[in-house]
DNA sequence: AAATTTCTTGACCAATCGGTCAAAATAGAT
DNA sequence: ATCTATTTTGACCGATTGGTCAAGAAATTT
């Protein structure tokens, strides 16, 4: 009864996600989209709306691949040994300056109070609660109290994250991670 | 023999470095500068050159303001509380949410090698060594190994400057500092 | 007061920004 | 094969980007 689109739709989304992710929202222009996607302007809008919209589904594209690696079972602390060392190596890759789409939109939007910065804020919210369930889980095993610790874990990620974007060192890096990790007994 | 300037250059400077303060280099235009300064765009080039070449004596100027803050002498342990104090104090002013140029600037242009990047990572490794030489102070009168408290001070300055961009909460800034502080023996 | 040198002004530049839209192309239903 | 709903396409929009430049204004030296 009607033409059908050319592209499935999750696969554009994922292309400007990865623009979106390098060159933050406002560095990435509707020219880095369409040459990304291989779409042109007028169906991207036409499929999209705006750049805002699309943005917002690359956001959300985002917190599902963010939460695809949160915690689910196992061994929390060994969770967490992952987590940074993932964190870490991701860091020192000379290639790899993105950081986190989340932490940089909440960063990016941080003056303003559109949906833009809702959402960023949101997804971050969700990435902490992440690593307080597992400090929870893994307090819950050695008797502490976790309130403090949680914070120090959300803060280490948080700065291995944006420090490395500029700081490919290592040792740096590992100390953030070892100052967060040794509430728990362990070290990278 | 000639017409002089009807300005003052460091006034200039000191204006457009606000503007670049809260809004970032990219996201501020020259008429932002202009409507900033008050010089129109070809006293803005004559004076300065580019864009690009005020943007790198602003940042020279707000290095000059960091380091005025710098430890000078008295008790280094009580220079770091009261530097948290205030990196707090302006944390979770709600009309405060520049953080710290330099470390804006050194996120902004991370996957860029241009003067700007390079000027910026300069001007953090002078903020860096300013708390190592407080730390190392600090640990002499407490006999202990200071370079993993350089990288926690470091870094927790660093997270507070940026997380409370988005994140006006005083309890969870605090507990950063209080992470850094504890190595002293003292908390705020 | 005149001469000289510099600063100030505003018009102008090509390029790009995000976004719109009418016409052409096309896939599916009949 | 035809009809129809939808997508694709590329031209076009006004606004803004960083930057240039010639002409006019003005301050200082002589």
């Known amino acids: 009864m009607s033409r059908t689109t050319d592209f499935k739709k999750e696969e554009i989304i994922e292309k400007a996600m990865q623009v ?11 020219k880095d989209l369409i040459d990304a996607t291989g779409l042109l302007k007028g169906s991207l809008y036409n499929t999209f ?21 949160h915690y689910k079972d196992g061994d929390p ?22 950081g986190c789409l989340i932490m940089n939109s909440c960063l990016e939007f ?32 050695q008797n502490k109290n976790s309130e403090k610790l949680k914070t120090n874990l959300i803060t280490a990620a948080f700065s291995i994250r944006e420090i490395s974007k500029f700081r490919k060192d290592k040792k740096f890096l590992t100390q953030i991670a070892n100052r967060a990790l040794e509430d728990f007994g362990v070290q990278l």
Chains 1, 2 share one sequence.
Do not use: H, M, P
């Open 49 to 69: 709306g705006s750049k805002e919209k699309l943005f917002l589904e690359c956001l959300e594209y985002y917190g599902q691949f963010s939460r695809s690696r």
């Open 20 to 30: 979106f992710w390098e060159k933050g929202y406002d560095q990435t222009s509707l």
């Open 110 to 141: 941080a003056n303003q109070e559109n949906a833009l910065a809702k959402k960023a804020q949101t997804l971050f919210a969700a990435t902490e609660l992440n690593l307080k369930n597992v400090a929870e889980l893994a307090c819950a095993q």
């Open 77 to 98: 602390v060994l969770y967490l040994k992952k987590f940074f060392k993932r964190l870490i190596e991701e860091g020192v890759d000379r290639d790899f300056r993105k």
